[in-house]
């Protein structure tokens, strides 16, 4: 045999080029998953939270899962996050049993909180959005209160964090009032409408079976629509269909803004076709997307009838100093499958090139809109983590072992810088933290809430806040992170130690009292120290204190407002008693009263520099009630000067001296409005007084104030103006309490401010930075019953409510809750109502001039059967029921809202007839507000009422009119208040038959249920008394009547005042010196 033939090198060669090309295929195939193995985990923990998993689909939150996945997220348990077990929300076991994984504690475990969808899951399917269908068939969804705290809590950390929300986060089956917490969270306010894209109207099956029942059930129609158009519906009851007359070609687009293309790096997408929310922003939130509606003029029509818009937005960003949160509007994370290869890295850029052509609308979207926002999102959130605070810029003076920051010197507080200790002038605002619906003592709780304020008033140019007792762990939080993020504009504190009131046998003195107070103390030193830990207590805060911010108080104040009977009873059941402390002590003038004041802030001083080795300046709150000089008019109308409320007794600081371990010194702070009590505007001398614009009896109180206060710096803590509708008090300078218009408010406390620095003092505060509506005067309290439900309104009349920089205000809503086709010469009839007032909007066939042609509107509150039923004594024309309240339009000086005897509040009666009557009388409102005193001399001062029935005419956007005719629609609103409603959530209406000579008590007055307010009018003409409209025709048996619209969360919005830029530009002053 011969030895086997060699293969040829050719074949050879060919074998060997054959591997390596498989061997490169295989590699080239392979790389991109090696490139994944090899590439480094996304920093950003991530927690996951689904309540929409029905039978263990976790459609809702597929993409999202994809994304992690392929971005190598760490979930906050476990290394890599799985389809049907990496998240938070709605579990189901091996036999079918659904069980919950509650949101933890996050605090501490996560980075970036994804809320991917919260409608839950049902017994009967297709339930819809409405709320009491939803409800009743509810297994499990919606967010709850606890959720909300663990996502606050989240937010409130120091950590850098994120939270991003998707589509119905606000809707069924969450509580309207966990919504509303979180709309603030979120900074996005929902408008109760949802919609989704439908390619085939007429088909069954595209549009759900509950859309079609409730079309046909709302308008009585049968269900015909065809082609493709969009469905919307309301939370209500209300929907809306836009068919193919109504929409355009190119669908619901979503356009990015400027922003929205920083974060993601696209613009325009193609369109949407999913769900999506109708939103809005709230305070600063910013707008990243915008949808646009494609519709014909036929479709906005539609849309506008439902006060609806076809743009708004479509994603929503909300920035603090340290948190993001996004608001999604739309189910954008849901996929109906999983897409694949999410381990072949550079897949996300091969997908975003793929034509439009070849992916369909859902598949586009999430390629090319969804993924970049979700890498921009991450991406941002990444770079946040990397953000630190920088450490506080201030300079602390040491003395003896003691550390300051702040001291009083001559007439002013100083505080200690680079360049030593330097004057300091205070121009600053009180914070009342009562948002609406909540008391005073329902805090916040929100850093975000805290730092957004504190940013708004120092962008003002303030330099000083001041809070009047101590507040939740998160406002010291804020405080911290404004100040170190804020260098050049820091905001120092003055921080209230407020006393309880009403103590015990009006005693300040008593043991219990005494050392209530001083446990008090001992809490606030050791929280603005951060070292206090504070169990749940009632009526104040609590809870872990572990930000220090002494460095930036400025002085600690001690008491409150003291009631006049109660400094005599203390100083009467303690005679002789005084007080001798190392920081400070009475004199021999000192009376029991100023001791115990005294005693408090030796107590604040002894115990900061005993524990925390610091001391500041320490304040006596006083007001004029309390002042030691003697107001020669404080008299009754004979002349007589006994038991007066103000001047009756006296706290005076110049009684306390200073011990020998004071080194931060004393000041007082005293509330100073220009408005009360009468004798600023009435003791004569203060009517010399005047400043370059002229008489000014504010400055003339300040002046002699300031004469008998020689020892110590004075700083007016409290004084302001306050806006609304009602006026408590008259000043004859016009600086009423209350009624103000924005800018006369503005211009008003810049004049005051003024007189303050010119008459020597250390500064002033203004009161107050917003409107809180737990708030009340002595014109309104009365009449808001119940009581603990007045938080749930706004009293546009109180003064007291509208003090603020930052108005909290109502919302009209944009559709009507009523419209009547009345035809004629008035062709329609729109009635609303919000949380503030009544809305009529009267739309005639052409312009209409009221002194030729009057207009009558009869209200009847309630008792169809009671009342008046003739518009006027000279009027032959009759409402279909009984009325409280004409309101008169006559012209634009002249219109009135008048109302029948037996019910006119001002004379302090509060029932209306117990039958009908046929009179035509009606009468005006006049309400006492200053009583009639007497000068010493004996000269009269004669009493002062406000006109409440007049009507001012004028443009009704940040004013205090009440009408307006705009072309040929006249619009009225009505301020609750003023038509005896005393609790508009719940329709109560005042119905008291007693006998009052005076304004009654808190909730001293019986009230009614109103079965709804019964609307009617005329018009006539004014010289001839002819009939020219009447609604309902006269004799006919037809009204109409209002429903009430019951609520337990109120709607409001954040408005910064036109008061705002006037302070800010007289604060400008100072800064720039």
């Known amino acids: 045999m011969g030895k086997p033939k060699k293969p040829p090198v050719k074949r050879k060669k060919k074998v060997i080029v054959f591997f390596c090309i498989l061997f490169v295929a295989l590699i080239l195939v392979c790389l991109p998953m090696i490139r994944f193995v090899l590439k480094p985990n996304l920093p950003v923990v991530t927690a996951v939270y689904d309540k929409t998993v029905p039978n263990g689909k976790v459609r809702e939150h597929t993409g999202l899962f994809w994304f992690l996945k392929q971005k ?31 949101l933890p504690f996050l605090s501490e475990k996560a980075d970036l909180l994804y809320i991917a969808d919260t409608y839950g899951i049902y017994r009967k399917e297709q339930v819809g959005i409405v709320p009491d269908v939803a409800v009743s068939n509810l297994i499990y969804g919606g967010l709850t209160q606890t959720d909300v705290h663990s996502i606050r809590d989240f937010l409130n950390t120091d950590r850098a964090n994120t939270v991003v929300a998707e589509y119905n986060t606000f809707g069924t089956p969450t509580h309207p009032s966990v919504r509303a917490q979180m709309e603030s969270l979120l900074q996005t306010k929902w408008s109760g409408w949802v919609g989704h894209y439908v390619k085939d109207l007429a088909e069954e099956g595209v549009t759900v079976e509950w859309e079609r029942n409730r079309y046909e059930k709302t308008t009585g129609r049968t269900w015909d629509f065809t082609g493709n158009g969009y469905v919307l519906v309301n939370e209500e009851s209300d929907i809306l269909i836009l068919d193919e007359n109504d929409v355009g070609k190119k669908g619901n687009e979503l356009t990015f803004t400027a922003k929205g293309t920083e974060l993601t790096g696209i613009s325009v997408t193609g369109p949407y076709q999913g769900l999506f929310d109708v939103v809005s922003t709230l305070s600063d939130a910013e707008t990243l997307a915008y949808y646009s509606l494609d519709v014909t003029d036929n479709g906005l029509a539609k849309l506008k009838a439902k006060g609806l818009a076809p743009v708004f937005p479509a994603i929503i960003r909300n920035e603090t100093a340290f948190h993001t949160t996004y608001y999604l509007g739309g189910n954008y994370a849901a996929l109906n499958y999983k897409p694949r290869f999410y381990f072949w890295e550079g897949v996300l850029a091969r997908m975003q090139k793929v034509p439009d052509t070849k992916l369909d609308s859902s598949d586009s979207f999430y390629w090319k809109t969804y993924i970049p926002l979700l890498n921009g999102i991450y991406k941002e959130a990444e770079q946040r983590k990397q953000v630190t605070l920088p450490n506080p810029k201030v300079e602390i003076y040491q003395q003896d072992g003691v550390s300051l920051v702040s001291r009083t010197k001559g007439k002013l507080l100083q505080v200690y810088s680079t360049e030593g200790w330097k004057d300091f002038f205070i121009r600053g605002v009180n914070i009342g933290i009562a948002l609406p619906g909540r008391w005073y003592t329902e805090f916040p709780a929100d850093k975000a809430v805290y730092y957004r304020f504190l940013e708004q008033i120092g962008a003002m140019k303030a330099n000083t806040i001041r809070i009047y007792t101590l507040l939740d762990p998160q406002f010291y939080q804020a405080l911290d992170v404004y100040n170190r993020l804020h260098p050049e504009q820091m905001l120092y504190l003055l921080q209230e130690i407020w006393p309880e009131e009403e103590p015990a046998g009006n005693d300040y003195l008593s043991e219990e009292y005494r050392i209530s107070y001083q446990q008090e103390i001992r809490y606030v030193v050791d929280a603005i120290h951060g070292k206090a830990s504070i169990a749940e207590r009632r009526g104040r805060a609590f809870g872990e204190y572990r930000v220090d911010v002494s460095p930036y108080v400025l002085g600690l104040l001690v008491g409150r407002e003291l009631e006049p009977q109660e400094v005599e009873a203390t100083d009467l059941l303690n005679k002789g008693h005084s007080f001798h402390g190392d920081y400070l002590f009475t ?18 001083l002894s115990y900061q520099e005993q524990t925390y080795g610091w001391q500041n300046p320490v304040a006596i709150v006083n007001w004029p009630t309390l002042d030691a000089l003697d107001h020669p008019s404080e008299r009754e109308a004979n002349g007589v000067k006994k038991n007066e409320y103000n001047d009756r007794t006296t706290v005076d600081i110049n009684h306390i001296e200073l011990g020998k371990k004071m080194k931060g010194g004393l000041f007082g702070a005293y509330h100073i409005y220009p408005n009360y009590p009468d004798f600023m505007n009435n003791d004569p001398q203060y009517s010399l007084y005047s400043d370059e614009l002229g008489r000014f009896r504010y400055g003339g109180y300040l002046q002699e104030f300031m004469a008998i206060h020689t020892k110590y710096p004075a700083l007016v803590a409290e004084f302001g103006l306050a806006t609304g509708m009602g006026n408590a008090h008259m000043s004859p300078d016009g600086y009423n309490h209350g009624g103000m218009t924005e800018q006369e408010q503005g211009e008003g406390i810049v004049r005051m401010f003024e007189a303050i620095e010119h008459e020597g003092y250390a500064g002033g505060v203004i009161f107050e930075w917003m409107d809180e509506w737990a708030k009340k005067t002595w014109v309104t309290e009365p009449y808001m019953i119940p009581y603990d439900r007045k938080i749930l309104w706004h009293n546009a009349v109180d003064p007291e409510q509208n003090y603020g920089i930052l108005a909290m205000e109502s919302v009209k809503p944009k559709v009507p809750d009523l419209i009547v086709k009345t035809g004629g010469e008035i062709e329609q009839m729109e009635v609303s109502m919000d949380v503030s007032y009544l809305y009529l909007d009267l739309t005639f066939s052409k312009p209409v001039d009221l002194n030729k042609e009057h207009l009558y509107l009869g209200l009847d509150t309630y008792g169809r059967a009671r009342g008046e039923t003739r518009y006027g004594k000279a009027l032959m024309f009759h409402a279909p029921s009984g009325m409280e309240y004409l309101v008169s339009l006559t012209g634009k000086d002249t219109s009135r809202l008048l109302v029948i005897p037996p019910y006119n509040y001002a004379s302090y009666r509060y029932a209306s007839y117990e039958g009908v009557v046929d009179s035509g009388i009606f009468e005006p409102m006049q309400k006492l507000i200053n009583k009639e005193r007497a000068q010493e001399v004996g000269t009269p001062i004669a009493s002062v009422y406000e006109d409440t029935s007049a009507l001012g005419y004028g443009s009704l956007e940040k004013s205090n009119n009440l009408w307006n005719m705009e072309g040929n629609v006249l619009s009225v609103r009505i301020p609750w208040t003023r038509i005896n409603v005393s609790d508009p959530s719940r329709g109560r209406v005042l119905d008291d038959t007693g006998k009052y000579n005076t304004d009654p008590l808190k909730d001293q007055l019986a009230t009614t249920l109103s079965e709804g307010i019964g609307i009617s009018f005329v018009l006539v003409d004014a010289s001839s008394g002819v009939l020219l409209a009447s609604f309902p025709e006269q004799d006919s048996p037809t009204e109409i009547v209002f429903p009430w619209k019951n609520w337990d969360e109120p709607e409001f919005k ?12 007289y604060f400008e002053r100072f800064s720039a010196k």
Do not use: M
């Not at 760490?74 to 290394?79: A, L, R």
């Not at 004199?587 to 604040?604: I, R």
């Open 72 to 102: 190598k997220v760490i979930p906050v348990e476990g290394k890599t996050f799985a389809y049907s077990d990496s998240y938070y929300g709605l579990h189901w076991d091996s036999n079918g049993k659904y069980y919950e994984k509650p």
């Open 587 to 604: 004199n021999e003038l000192g009376t029991p009263t100023e001791a115990w004041l005294a005693e408090s802030a030796d107590y604040a």
């Open 1054 to 1065: 954040q408005r910064l005042k036109d008061s705002y830029p006037i302070i800010q530009k």
